[in-house]
């Protein structure tokens, strides 16, 4: 199994798909591996553990079929996120089937990656772990994972809040690994951005919920595509955790903006008749720059040709 620079090398640019909770399908997570970036997955999207395990087999079965056709960019490798917080009463499970199918890349979130880093290790698979902030950093590295996601102020959903310059500073104080940053990535430029800022790969969600091939309901789509940054809204009321939404989808379920922005930390506001995030809609700063819905590959080529654009510049 290759390490994570022979991985970066083989990419049309350093970009990983993030996963997103009821957005990310397999047909996304394969038109971005065929493209040259990393597609990924989230388990506990799948409804089931059988469900997963069909996800599981779509993608190796993808993947092979583009490996022997294609004529573009190197087929990517691809990733799938398991929650590692107690409340995933699935997470003994799905990790069962992440080491049946020997998934390359294993994305740990919502907790530290413990002895998961040594099961994926075993078969030749990596292991990245999102943090938020310097604690979160050093216990991921001590667990011996891969790499670390840094979850930015930006991101779209369950995000962090520190700036990606004083965040990415602190970080490379202590860890000289691959570091993905994330958090308002949207575009070729800013994964160059990224790159000069230390990081080995940009993590881009947002940008691909108005896809073909996204899983997010049509208005979700509509709604990313009407928005400006200034239409997200912060809080940690939905459900416990720090988390950027769609204002607008805050307000259509009869969420109060001022109510949340003064409800205290660790308390959850009541949702009548509606359930979170399904209809309750998540997306990053970057959504002023996403003004259609395209085919996934689409949105990959003009990331790539941009991203080549501003490194020619360089």
């Not at 819905?293 to 360089?314: F, G, L, S």
Request: proline letters at 5%.
């Amino acid at each position: 199994m290759p390490d994570l620079a022979d991985i970066r090398a083989a990419l049309a640019a350093p970009v990983i798909v993030a996963p997103m909770f009821l957005v990310s399908s397999p047909a996304l997570a394969l038109a971005a591996c065929r493209e040259g970036l990393i597609g990924s997955l989230p388990a506990h999207s799948a409804r089931t553990p059988k469900q997963l395990q069909s996800w599981l087999i779509e993608m190796r079965e993808g993947l092979a079929q583009a490996r022997s056709v294609t004529t573009g960019p190197a087929v990517a490798a691809y990733a799938v996120n398991l929650v590692m917080h107690s409340t995933n009463d699935r997470a003994s499970e799905d990790l069962e089937l992440i080491i049946e199918h020997r998934v390359p890349i294993v994305i740990t979130s919502k907790g530290a990656p413990g002895h998961v880093v040594q099961r994926i290790h075993e078969y030749g698979g990596l292991v990245l772990s999102d943090i938020a902030n310097q604690r979160h950093a050093q216990k991921a590295a001590s667990a011996g994972v891969d790499g670390l996601i840094a979850v930015c102020a930006g991101a779209g959903g369950h995000t962090g809040t520190l700036n990606p310059f004083a965040f990415m500073n602190e970080i490379r104080e202590d860890f000289d690994g691959p570091i993905v940053l994330a958090g308002g990535i949207t575009t070729g430029r800013d994964v160059a951005a990224a790159e000069l800022m230390g990081a080995s790969f940009a993590y881009i969600g947002t940008r691909f919920i108005p896809t073909l091939e996204s899983l997010a309901e049509e208005g979700h789509k509509r709604m990313i595509v009407a928005s400006r940054a200034s239409d997200v809204f912060f809080t940690a009321a939905v459900d416990g955790a720090p988390a950027n939404f769609l204002a607008a989808s805050l307000v259509s379920v009869g969420m109060s903006l001022e109510e949340l922005a003064v409800t205290r930390p660790g308390k959850i506001v009541a949702v009548k008749d509606h359930k979170r995030w399904k209809d309750i809609w998540s997306a990053g700063h970057g959504v002023g720059t996403i003004h259609e819905v395209q085919p996934a590959a689409e949105v990959c080529r003009q990331i790539v040709a941009q991203y080549n654009t501003y490194r020619a510049a360089r």
